[in-house]
C-alpha cells in the first residue's frame, strides 16, 4: 500500500512526508537501492547518497510530468519505461557536468559511483512506483526524495 495525498493543503503534505519517511521507505520497506546508502566511510564518497537522492528527485519530477503530459495523453504509456531510462541517463549526465564545472574535488572523489546512478534500481523504481500509485507531480517529487 502506498501512501495517498488527496489535495495539497500543508497538514496532507505533512502526513505524505512522515508516511514516505518512516513507512514507505526505499531502503528499509521496499529495500531498493541500497548500495549508496549502506556505504558508510568518513570519505567524501558517502555524498554517493546524497547524489542518488538528489537524482531521485529530479527523477520524479521529470518521469511525472512527462507521463501525465505526454504519455498518458498520447496513449503511449507502454514506453513508460523506456522514456524513464532516458530521462534518469540524461539527468545524471546533468548532474555529473554540474557537479565537474561547480565542485571538481567532489567530481573527482565521487568516480564511478556518479555515472553508477543511472543503474540505481531505487532510481527506477521510484519513477515507475510514482506512476502506478497515480501521484500528481508534488507527490511525486516528495516521495522521490523522501521515500
Do not use: H, R, W
Given at each position: 500500500m502506498t501512501p495517498v495525498m488527496q489535495t495539497n493543503?500543508?497538514?496532507?503534505?505533512?502526513l505524505f512526508f512522515v508516511s514516505c519517511v518512516l513507512s514507505h521507505n526505499f531502503i528499509f520497506s521496499r529495500f531498493l537501492g541500497c548500495c549508496p546508502f549502506l556505504g558508510v566511510s568518513n570519505k567524501v564518497e558517502?555524498?554517493?547518497g546524497l547524489a542518488v537522492t538528489f537524482v531521485m528527485g529530479l527523477a520524479s519530477l521529470?518521469?511525472?510530468?512527462v507521463y501525465?503530459?505526454?504519455?498518458y495523453p498520447l496513449q503511449l504509456t507502454y514506453l513508460d519505461t523506456i522514456s524513464f531510462i532516458l530521462i534518469i541517463a540524461?539527468?545524471?549526465?546533468?548532474?555529473?557536468?554540474?557537479?565537474?564545472?561547480?565542485?571538481?574535488?567532489?567530481y573527482k572523489s565521487l568516480g564511478i559511483y556518479l555515472p553508477l546512478i543511472t543503474t540505481n534500481c531505487a532510481v527506477l523504481g521510484v519513477a515507475t512506483l510514482?506512476?502506478?500509485?497515480?501521484?500528481?507531480?508534488?507527490?511525486?517529487?516528495l516521495n522521490g526524495v523522501f521515500g
Open positions: 493543503s500543508c497538514g496532507n503534505v505533512l558517502t555524498a554517493a521529470f518521469t511525472s510530468a501525465q503530459y505526454v504519455l540524461g539527468l545524471v549526465q546533468f548532474v555529473e557536468m554540474f557537479l565537474k564545472k561547480s565542485s571538481p574535488a567532489l510514482n506512476t502506478s500509485a497515480q501521484y500528481d507531480i508534488l507527490s511525486a517529487v
